[in-house]
């Protein structure tokens, strides 16, 4: 009796475990997340890191002709999903901008924009709302782009003229492309902030060394990025590169500033800079 008695618990208990197991795993299925798009399946821990070529946009279009114009892609920690198709591209970037806006800082990003903080890595939200607001009023708006007509008109034809000496010669015309540009935003930072000619030139000619190497450093694969668990060892020493780039951007921001406050008539906006500072006030 003992013995039967003995078998019939074992057999409820068995029975109890297996109810509990089906359950967990029904559970656990119904708040997976929606299944993701195929995709390679890659190496445990890298992903496909060690599959990629140097020629990225022909890799990604041989994958869409494999699996369709969006596909998953795992590079090491992190899972990619890539949009292949016009129609796709308008639905994420037009129609579903806002679901999309936000997205990981990388560690280089993180120093630059003292942890994530500025308009391009903040995620969209009340503080991204006011620097977009700060950004429009004080740069972007009608009358200040008018009113930077003239620092246009001068830089484009500082272009053109040393493209124009320098005819017969080889000439890197995307450097130039970016000195024309990063002069045109510097002017329209803190347009008179500088006394003379040459000491606009010599902040300028330092800042584009500084956008340079922040480009460089942005945009260059980083272990830490790709591996957070590793983001702590700086294996590339990128971010200790990056915070000495972002110290010597301050020491430019620092100095402009300072000549600006020195020069800034009470009341008077004349460009973003001018715009911040009265906010400050």
Same mark, same amino acid.
């Given at each position: 009796?003992?013995?039967?008695?003995?078998? +019939?618990?074992?057999?409820?208990?068995?029975?109890?475990?297996?109810?509990? $197991?089906?359950?967990?795993?029904?559970? &656990?299925?119904? &708040?997976?997340?929606?299944?993701?798009?195929?995709?390679?399946?890659?190496?445990?821990?890298?992903?496909?890191?060690?599959? *990629?070529?140097?020629?990225?946009?022909?890799?990604?279009?041989?994958?869409?002709?494999?699996?369709?114009?969006?596909?998953?892609? @795992?590079?090491?920690?992190?899972?990619? =999903?890539?949009?292949?198709?016009?129609?796709?591209? &308008?639905?994420?970037?037009?129609?579903?901008?806002?679901?999309? +806006?936000? @997205?990981?800082?990388?560690?280089?990003?993180?120093? *630059?924009?003292?942890?994530?903080?500025?308009?391009?890595?903040?995620?969209?939200?009340? $503080?991204?709302?006011?620097?977009?607001?700060?950004?429009?009023?004080?740069?972007?708006?009608? +009358?200040?782009?008018?009113?930077?007509?003239?620092? #246009?008109?001068?830089?484009?034809?500082?272009?053109?003229? @040393?493209?124009?000496?320098?005819?017969?010669?080889?000439?890197?015309?995307?450097?130039?492309?970016?000195?024309?540009?990063?002069?045109? =935003?510097? +002017?329209? *930072?803190?347009?008179?902030?500088?006394?003379?000619?040459?000491? &606009?030139?010599?902040?300028?000619?330092?800042?584009? /060394?500084?956008?340079? /190497?922040?480009?460089?450093?942005?945009?260059?694969?980083?272990?830490?990025?790709?591996?957070?668990?590793?983001?702590?060892?700086?294996?590339?020493?990128? /971010?200790?590169?990056?915070?000495?780039?972002?110290?010597?951007?301050?020491?430019?921001?620092?100095?402009?500033?300072?000549?600006? #406050?020195?020069?800034?008539?009470?009341?008077?906006?004349?460009?973003? *800079?001018? @715009?911040?500072?009265?906010?400050?006030?």
């Amino acid at each position: 009796m003992d013995c039967a008695a003995a078998q +019939s618990f074992t057999a409820l208990c068995a029975a109890v475990v297996v109810w509990y $197991t089906v359950l967990f795993f029904r559970l &656990r299925r119904s &708040r997976r997340s929606p299944p993701l798009p195929p995709g390679p399946t890659g190496l445990p821990v890298i992903g496909s890191l060690l599959s *990629l070529p140097p020629e990225l946009h022909l890799h990604f279009t041989k994958l869409a002709r494999m699996y369709g114009p969006i596909y998953r892609i @795992h590079l090491g920690r992190k899972l990619a =999903i890539v949009v292949s198709s016009p129609a796709l591209a &308008r639905e994420v970037l037009r129609d579903n901008d806002l679901a999309m +806006s936000s @997205h990981d800082v990388p560690a280089t990003g993180r120093l *630059l924009s003292y942890g994530g903080n500025d308009m391009g890595y903040s995620p969209v939200g009340p $503080t991204w709302r006011m620097l977009r607001r700060i950004c429009v009023q004080g740069a972007l708006n009608p +009358s200040s782009l008018d009113a930077a007509y003239g620092l #246009r008109r001068r830089e484009v034809r500082a272009t053109v003229g @040393h493209l124009r000496a320098s005819a017969g010669e080889e000439v890197e015309v995307g450097t130039q492309m970016f000195v024309t540009v990063m002069n045109v =935003i510097t +002017s329209m *930072l803190w347009r008179d902030a500088l006394e003379g000619g040459e000491d &606009r030139e010599r902040v300028g000619r330092e800042f584009r /060394e500084l956008m340079g /190497e922040i480009m460089v450093l942005i945009g260059q694969p980083n272990v830490s990025d790709l591996f957070p668990a590793l983001a702590r060892f700086d294996l590339q020493g990128k /971010e200790r590169k990056m915070a000495l780039v972002t110290e010597r951007l301050d020491r430019v921001y620092s100095s402009v500033i300072e000549q600006k #406050r020195k020069k800034k008539k009470k009341g008077e906006v004349k460009d973003l *800079l001018d @715009h911040m500072l009265k906010l400050e006030e």
